[in-house]
């Protein structure tokens, strides 16, 4: 069996949850059986629709799982912590039965604290043998840098938000 890959996309510049995506759609492409779990985030946006699409059209190959309830400010409330152990322990429950897992901004939900490092360390390293995770967000810790096989930090050298441009849809969201 070939050995499942950790793959981190990190950093502050734009790309990550798109990158993920991409992974996304090479999976299904192979007939491998996906899951996107979403963390902190709870707004609409173009991807939750056509992913909640896809996960109605074909919930045999595609499961997509939404845990966050938005914007988390310094003291994050026991609802926030328990929507990140909820998505953790979703992507336990699947990891046997999916080749490709995306744990979405799951490094925002360590860097504020609602779940420990070492608990994701653990499922990174006990997860089955041939599953592939990607693990998106700003912040990724270095215990979780670590252990994956491959990380990318997007760098910001511009952003049209910088020059007043406010995130469109189809491209920011
Ligand atoms: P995307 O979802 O576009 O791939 P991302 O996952 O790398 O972005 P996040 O930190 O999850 O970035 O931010 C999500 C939202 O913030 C997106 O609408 C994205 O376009 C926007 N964004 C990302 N990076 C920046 C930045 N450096 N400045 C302003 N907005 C940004
Ligand atoms: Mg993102």
Redesign the pocket.
Same mark, same amino acid.
């Given at each position: 069996m070939v050995k499942g890959l950790t793959l981190v996309?990190t950093?502050?510049? =734009?790309?990550?949850? *798109?990158?993920?995506?991409g992974v996304v759609a090479r999976a299904l492409g192979h007939d491998q059986k996906v899951a996107f779990i979403q963390f902190i =985030?709870c707004q609409d *946006?173009g991807?939750s629709q056509f992913l909640s699409e896809l996960a109605r059209n074909r919930p045999e190959r595609f499961c997509f799982s939404r845990h966050g309830q938005g914007f988390v400010g310094r003291n994050p409330s026991t609802a926030d912590r328990e929507l990140a152990e909820e998505g953790l322990r979703l992507a336990r429950s699947l990891a046997e039965d999916y080749d490709l897992l995306v744990l979405?901004?799951i490094n925002?939900v360590l860097s504020l604290g609602l779940l420990e490092p070492s608990e994701v360390a653990e499922f990174i390293q006990n997860r089955p043998e041939k599953l592939n995770l990607v693990l998106?967000?700003?912040g990724c810790p270095a215990k979780i840098i670590e252990l994956a096989d491959t990380v990318t930090e997007?760098k910001?050298i511009k952003?049209?938000?910088?020059a007043g441009i406010p995130?469109r849809p189809g491209?920011?969201?």
């Open positions: 996309n950093g502050s510049g =734009k790309g990550k949850t *798109t990158a993920a995506l =985030k *946006t991807e979405d901004e925002v998106t967000g700003r997007m910001e952003h049209a938000f910088r995130a491209v920011d969201y």
